[in-house]
């Protein structure tokens, strides 16, 4: 089993930033996938970014620019550090968890909330 654990979100106003992690726990395979995920009022959840143990990364198109994934192997920790936030990033933010191969069993945090203003 693995624990994800979430911090950092919060309330910041349009253009501000906020750096989001989440620390894994449990039984951890050393390749494995971390990333993001996002639900904000009245969507569908959408991937944010995520970062394979080697280093790999994904964005959606909506926050390349803005938003940076990055990972500490020895702390099995993600970060997500969200520059330039606006109203539409609002949203509950979901850590998530799979080992590496194809159809691995996803493990996800109970979410942090991100709100965005003006």
């Known amino acids: 089993q693995v624990q994800l654990v979430e911090s950092g979100g919060g309330s910041v106003q349009a253009g501000g930033s906020l750096r989001l992690s989440c620390a894994a726990s449990g039984t951890i395979f050393s390749i494995n996938v971390m990333g993001w995920y996002r639900q904000g009022p009245g969507k569908q959840r959408e991937l944010v970014a995520r970062?394979?143990?080697?280093?790999?990364?994904n964005y959606a198109d909506s926050v390349k620019g803005r938003f940076t994934i990055s990972r500490d192997n020895a702390k099995n920790t993600v970060y997500l550090q969200m520059n330039s936030l606006l109203p539409e990033d609002t949203a509950v933010y979901y850590c998530?968890?799979?080992?590496?191969?194809?159809?691995?069993?996803?493990?996800w945090g109970k979410g942090t909330l991100v709100t965005v203003s003006s």
């Open positions: 970062i394979a143990s080697g280093g790999s990364t």
């Open positions: 998530n968890y799979r080992a590496g191969w194809v159809n691995g069993m996803d493990y």
